[in-house]
């Protein structure tokens, strides 16, 4: 059984900085793409960001790119998200997904989700 548990939202100030966690739990964790999406209220979800667990490609959505880092402790199997320059339109329910291949920010390539973890961003 696949789970991942996603920590580290919270509210923060425009241009502050926080750090999300991911700990992957129930499969080999390797040749698979691990990614970041959020979803506002009323809109669709988005991908942010993913790294191929392997070769540890990484790959950016435009809106969050110099400001976010996706990066993964292997030995851990944990992901994470440092988020810089914060910025309100970053408001959203934040979730860890994993997809078995390698895969860019399209949320049907995932099968396997988390439960978020909320970041809200004030100005």
């Known amino acids: 059984q696949v789970q991942l548990v996603e920590s580290g939202g919270g509210s923060v100030q425009a241009g502050g900085s926080l750090r999300l966690s991911c700990a992957a739990s129930g499969y080999s964790y390797s040749r698979y793409s691990m990614g970041w999406f959020r979803q506002a209220p009323g809109k669709e979800r988005e991908g942010v960001a993913r790294i191929y667990r392997t070769s540890g490609n990484t790959y950016y959505a435009d809106s969050v790119k110099g400001r976010f880092t996706i990066s993964q402790d292997s030995a851990k199997n944990t992901l994470f998200l440092q988020m810089n320059s914060l910025k309100p339109e970053d408001t959203a329910m934040y979730y860890c997904?994993?997809?078995?291949?390698?895969?860019?920010?399209?949320?049907?390539?995932?099968?396997?989700w988390g439960q978020g973890t909320q970041v809200t961003v004030s100005s």
């Open positions: 997904a994993a997809g078995p291949g390698f895969y860019g920010l399209d949320p049907r390539d995932y099968n396997y």
